[in-house]
Structures are given as C-alpha cells and as structure tokens.
C-alpha cells in the first residue's frame, strides 16, 4: 500500500503502464473488495458529486460533470458515458481519515479512580476510488499534520497506512481549480497505488493506467489488462496538458508567506470581513484544514465519560476564547487567521503550503469570497 | 518523553490528589499522586499539563511545584469556569486525569551568571514559582534575583507564606503591588512596573521573565528595555486557547507557532513581530 510519499515500496516496484478497459475497473473493485476492502469513491447524491461508497462503476457519476464558480455549483450532462468526466466535489477524502465526528476513548469510573476501557473496533480498510493529484498533495499534507510531527494521532495512521489508493488524472479543469499554481496537478506523481487517465471519445473509451507501488502492480494480474501503446499515451498526455493549459484561474505563490507576514494590518482584510459570513464553508470542505475542538461528556449517572473529537473551525467565536472573551471576536481577524495559516504559517509548520488548489472554499462559498483573488489584491497593494 | 507509537496521546492518566489547599477565595492549589505505581511526572520549569476533571473536560495548567525531587504535580488554579470549577470540587483522594509535561520551559540555566528579574502578574505566578525553586536550589550559580509581583487586592495574593518567607531572605529581592486595596494595606498600590525602580541588576548580564496578562508582559518589557535590556534577554509565557497540548488541534495558534509545543514559553525576540497586535 502507498503509505507516504517517497516511500521505498513506490521507488521500488517496476513501473508499469497498461490499458484497462473500464470493465476492467469493475473487476478491480470486485477484486478489492474481496480482500475485504471497502470501496468509497464520487457519487450522485442531492445533486452534488460526493463520496461514498461504491458497489460498482454504475455507482460513479458516469456521464456527469460539474460546472463550478466562485459560490456556484451545477451539474450537467456531458453527452458521453465518462467516468471521471468531473472536476472534485464538497467531500474530500479527509472525512475517511479524519472523521468529522469520533471517539477518542471511553472511560469509566472504577471506585476512586477510572480505567480506561480497551479500544475495540478495528478501523476500517477504504479503497479511495478515483483520487485527484491535488488530493493525493492534500493526504500527504495531513500526513505531515497527523504523523509526522512529535505526536502522532493512532486513529489517523491505522486508517492511513491501510488504504489502496486509485488515483485518477484530471481531463477536466474545474471552474475554480488551480493545481497548476500550487504544482499538485493535473498528473498523480506520488501517493497512489494505480494511476488512472481516462481517454473517452472518437467511439473509444479506454484508461491509461500506470502502477505507483508493489501493490498496484500486483493487483494487475487479477485485472484484464495489455501493454499500452505509445499512441494510448501519448493521448493521455496530451489530455492531462490541455487540462494544464485550462486553469481557471492563478495563485501566485512568489515570496507568499513573507508577503502575507508583511500584511496582518492590510485594509484588505476589513474588505473581505464586509463580505465574509463566518459560516465556516471554506474550511469545512478545504482538504487540508485539519482543526478540531475535544468535547468530554459524561451520561446521565455521571459514571461512563468519554472523549469525542469533531473538527472544529476557526471562523468561530468559540475557536479561540479565553475566559473573558474571544482572541479572534471580527470577521476580519477570523479571515485573516485561516488564510494567512493556510498560506504562510503552514510553510513554517509543516514545510508546505496548506493549499493545494483543488477550488473548492471557492465554490462552496455562499458569497464566492476567493482566495486567489484575496491573495492577489495583498499583493497588488504593495505596487 | 513521548508516548509510544500505539499509545493515543489523547489518553489522560489517572492522578490522586493528595493535598487540596485554598490560596484565596478563588485560587487553590492541588497536590497530585500519580495513581497505582507510575512514576512522578518529570518536567521543566514553565511546562503544563492538561488537567482532565472525569467527564467534564481539561484544560491548560501549569505547573507550579519544585522540579526537583518532589514527587507531588502541583498545580495551583484559579476556578473561572466550567472545568477549573469542577477542578475546585475535588477533595483529596479523588482522582483526576493528566497529559504531558508539555510545551517550553523557562531558561533558568540560560541564567546562571546572570542577575535574574522575575515579573509575574496574578496567576502568572504560578509558573514562575517552579522557577524559583529551580534558582534558589541552586542559588550561588545566579546574581542578584528580583521577584516582582503584582495581582488585583491584598486577598488575591498567592503562596503568601512563601512570599513572605522569600523576603525576609538577604539574597532575594521580592516585591509585591495590588491594583488597589483597602486602608488597612501598608504595602504597594499600583502596576508591576512600578515594582521596577527597585529591581536592580546589570542590565548587559541579566536574564527577565514574565507571565502574566499581555498589557502587562507589555508595560513590563518596555520598562526593561528603557533600563537597557535587549529582546534576546527577555522571556515570555504566551497563553491561547487549547484543547490537546500536542500541536494537533489547532486551537493555540499564534501566527507560525503552537502555543502549545513551540511555547508557552518563548523568547521574546521570537514573538517580537506578532505581539502585542490585536485580535492575532
Ligand atoms: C499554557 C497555559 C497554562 C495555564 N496555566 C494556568 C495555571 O497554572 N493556573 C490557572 O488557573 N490557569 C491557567 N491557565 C488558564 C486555564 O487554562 C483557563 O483558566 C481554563 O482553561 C479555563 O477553563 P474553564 O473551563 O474553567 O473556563 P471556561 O470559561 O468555562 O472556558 C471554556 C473553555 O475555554 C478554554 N479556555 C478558557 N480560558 C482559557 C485560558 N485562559 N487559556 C486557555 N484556554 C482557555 C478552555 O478550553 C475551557 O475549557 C493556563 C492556560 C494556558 C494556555
Ligand atoms: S484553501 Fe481552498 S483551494 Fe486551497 S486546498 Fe483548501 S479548499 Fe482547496
Ligand atoms: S470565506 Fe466564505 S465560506 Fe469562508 S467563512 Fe467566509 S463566507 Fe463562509
Ligand atoms: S493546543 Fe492543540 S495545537 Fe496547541
């Protein structure tokens, strides 16, 4: 399983590059799922793309894309039967590894004192089904977050180090990506097990598969597969550039972080403040916002406590209150806390950036605040 | 001393309080025993622990006793809300949950050669406590050692017996203000920083400390730096929100730093560009 990137299991294996036809993508998931694997991967549901579980390819929103702005979501039909025909949706794939809701431990009270109780259920193994390049960037991000630092978060790395990634290549620019800019996509280079690109069109439909680890390669011999040909890539290659040369728009990162370090007293931020609801969307679909707040609750004879930890958000009050008040009581200091972390201070924490691009605080902003526009007008008022 | 990799850094132990003492009306101090046969929590001057009351959450709190030998975790708490409420319920024999150590300690042996200030402010005296233990262990490796403490009336002072104890020393020098008090009150009446005038020390050679409100750490520094001192020579301990100590929630955030890994404790040429700015 790709587990981290640069991982020796992935520099080791021999690279392949095959073609699956997409009954073969079926087979993969029968064949995964026989391993006891669950499937989760992008579905229909209430008129967005989302991820769930995934029975089969049918299951797929096969046939869709999305048309995607600054706060505008709509799906269409595309006139052909692509699988992977749209560009990434609300979810991101921080829900499996980094669940919005979860209980840490339980406890209960034994005479004077307590005992913890033993963990029991064992988590779960996913197949994440159809990955975008950004969103590879965004695990290896929480990665750095969750595992890599002096503490580590158990329950982040069982989920993680068990997951088979299919990734899948971007033949569709969203509305409002720009993984170009943030150099995550529109090509997987890292962090999958398989690598997919999906040629659809002129009466063909076929997918350019490359093997990123041991396990990828492995699991070939269980799907029908062939060699491809040099004009299967060559195809597939010019898709992914086109993609490239689609973007809708750009993030210059030049000197970001000292840039943004410069501006805490930029009037930028009462601008943005008029307009931002504090409703928390963005970070709450962002694939790398990773705070969370911890509740301890008891029931009601006070004797079972436990410790439940769901993600937090600090466009809230309550983020960073201290006895007396909030740190952060304006719109504007709130605004400026999650980009200014998101752009510079994660460079200091975790050596990257916190943005990969994907577009989505964007799209799935009520009043289509974006951060690429926000970043650009810091910069410009230096001019 | 990290946990091991299975092991949820989450999971608090259990702690027997041993002794419960009242320092004023709203401030007590806990002695705490780890439970069955762990061993007593080593830590460093300036650290915390996240003190779990059963069921009703955990909160930051320093940590206030002597670093050394002593196989008691003292904290001393001011009950302002839910958990430090239900932290001043407990009785001894009752059992609470601790994380940690963590976070940065004060630089006590930064210190040795150096003359020594130590301004606290209110409750900042806790963890400045644990430094003086360390500096008058070992008291013939320091200079001259100023303590300067200021917190709201003459009731709202702290380890009064200690205090009093420390001034009647000929090597200390321990001065004490309150923002205002009663007529029967002999001693001072106003900021920390008017403590300063009295404070002496080599200002080239000489190691300051703080903690306390920001508006005071601020006052205080400006004081200090007029009288010589250099950002480099000084130390501050920064407080935000937090709800793990273990740089993973997020919650403690003061522009590149966790509060809660990288500080409480920083060094003020560190935090220089980000303090003092409002709503950060
Ligand atoms: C590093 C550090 C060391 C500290 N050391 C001490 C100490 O030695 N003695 C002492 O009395 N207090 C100390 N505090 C402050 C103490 O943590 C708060 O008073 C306590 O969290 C209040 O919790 P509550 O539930 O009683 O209050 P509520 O007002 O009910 O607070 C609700 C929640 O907000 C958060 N919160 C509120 N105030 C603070 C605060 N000042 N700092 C951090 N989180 C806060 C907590 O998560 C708390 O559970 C320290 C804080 C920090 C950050
Ligand atoms: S900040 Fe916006 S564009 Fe960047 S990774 Fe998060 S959601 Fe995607
Ligand atoms: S930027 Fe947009 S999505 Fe984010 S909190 Fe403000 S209004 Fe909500
Ligand atoms: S308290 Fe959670 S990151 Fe510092």
Redesign the interface.
């Known amino acids: 399983m790709t587990t981290v990137n640069g991982d020796m299991t992935e520099q080791l294996h021999d690279k392949r590059t095959v073609v699956i036809e997409p009954a073969g993508l079926d087979r993969l998931i029968e064949v995964l799922s026989r391993q006891g694997y669950e499937v989760v991967g992008p579905t229909l549901r209430d008129g967005a793309i989302i991820y769930d579980r995934l029975a089969s390819t049918a299951d797929l929103p096969v046939g869709w894309t999305d048309e995607q702005g600054p706060g505008t979501y709509r799906l269409r039909r595309r006139g052909d039967n692509a699988l992977f025909g749209y560009a990434v949706g609300p979810h991101s794939w921080k829900k499996f590894l980094f669940p919005p809701a979860l209980t ?2 339980r ?1 209960r ?1 034994a005479g ?3 005992e ?1 109780e033993a963990e029991t259920a064992a988590e779960p193994r996913y197949v994440f089904f159809g990955v975008r390049p950004c969103e590879l960037q965004a695990m290896e991000i929480q990665d750095r ?2 595992m890599k ?7 982040y790395r069982s989920r993680r180090e068990n997951i088979f990634v299919v990734a899948v290549n971007c033949g569709h620019a969203g509305g409002t990506c720009f993984c170009v800019s943030m150099q995550t996509g529109p090509r997987a280079t890292f962090g999958h097990d398989l690598a997919l690109t999906e040629v659809v069109g002129n009466g063909s439909h076929y997918f350019v598969v490359e093997t990123g680890s041991g396990a990828g390669a492995e699991i070939l011999d269980d799907i029908p597969h062939r060699e491809a040909r040099d004009e299967e890539i060559a195809a597939a290659d010019r898709l992914l550039c086109d993609t490239a040369g689609r973007m809708s728009r750009e993030l210059e990162t030049n000197g970001i972080r000292d840039l943004l ?1 410069r501006n ?2 930029n009037p930028r931020w009462d601008d943005v403040a008029g307009r931002c609801l504090t409703c928390a969307n963005c970070t709450f679909v962002c694939p790398t916002c ?5 509740e ?3 029931d009601l004879d ?1 004797r079972h ?1 436990e ?1 439940r ?1 769901p993600w ?1 958000f ?1 466009f809230t009050a309550d ?5 007396g008040g909030s ?4 719109a ?2 709130r605004y400026r ?1 999650w980009m ?2 998101k752009l ?2 994660w ?3 975790f050596g990257t950036s916190g943005c990969v691009g994907c577009g989505r605080c964007i799209t799935w902003c009520p009043v289509g605040i974006d951060i690429t526009e926000e970043a650009r007008a810091i910069r410009e008022s230096e001019r | 001393m990290s946990p091991g990799p299975c092991e949820s850094p989450m999971r608090p132990q259990p702690y027997v309080v041993r002794g419960v003492r009242r320092e004023t009306h709203d401030v007590f101090t806990l002695e705490l025993e780890p439970a069955g046969d762990a061993a007593p929590l080593a830590f460093g001057p300036g650290q915390f622990t996240m003190l779990y009351a059963f069921g009703m959450g955990e909160v930051p709190i320093s940590i206030s006793g002597d670093p050394a030998g002593n196989t008691m975790l003292v904290h001393t708490i001011r009950a302002v809300g839910t958990v430090t409420r239900a932290l001043e319920r407990c009785r001894k024999g009752d059992v609470l949950g601790v994380r940690g150590p963590f976070g940065t300690c004060w630089p006590v042996d930064e210190a040795a050669g150096k003359d020594v200030v130590l301004a606290a402010g209110g409750i900042g005296l806790a963890p400045l406590r644990s430094v003086m233990y360390r500096l008058l262990a070992r008291r013939e490796r320091y200079g001259r050692i100023a303590l300067l403490y200021g917190t709201r009336t003459p009731e709202d002072i702290v380890y009064r017996d200690e205090l009093e104890e420390w001034r009647g020393r000929l090597d200390l020098n321990v001065q004490v203000t309150v923002d205002r008090a009663g007529s029967d009150w002999r001693g001072n009446v106003g900021a920390v920083t008017t403590l300063l005038p009295r404070a002496e020390f080599d200002p080239a050679n000489t190691v300051a400390m703080f903690c306390g409100p920001e508006v005071m750490m601020r006052f205080t520094m400006l004081a200090l730096m007029k009288r010589g001192l250099q950002a480099e020579q000084m130390y501050l301990s920064m407080e935000r929100n937090m709800k793990c100590g273990i740089g993973l929630c997020g919650h403690c955030q003061l522009g590149p730093f966790f509060i809660c890994k990288d500080g409480p404790v920083f060094p003020y040429d560190r935090v220089k560009w980000l303090f003092g700015r409002e709503e950060i």
Not at chain 1, 290 to 294: D, E, K, L, M, R
Not at chain 1, 327 to 330: E, G, H, W
């Open positions: 840490l431990w406890a009270q004077e004192s307590f913890m977050v969750f630092g002096a503490h580590i978060d158990p329950s370090y805490y007293e990773f705070c969370h707040t911890v301890d609750v008891t006070g406590a410790r930890r937090d600090c983020f960073s209150y201290l006895h740190v952060r009581s304006s504007k200091s806390q200014t972390h510079a201070a460079i200091d924490q």
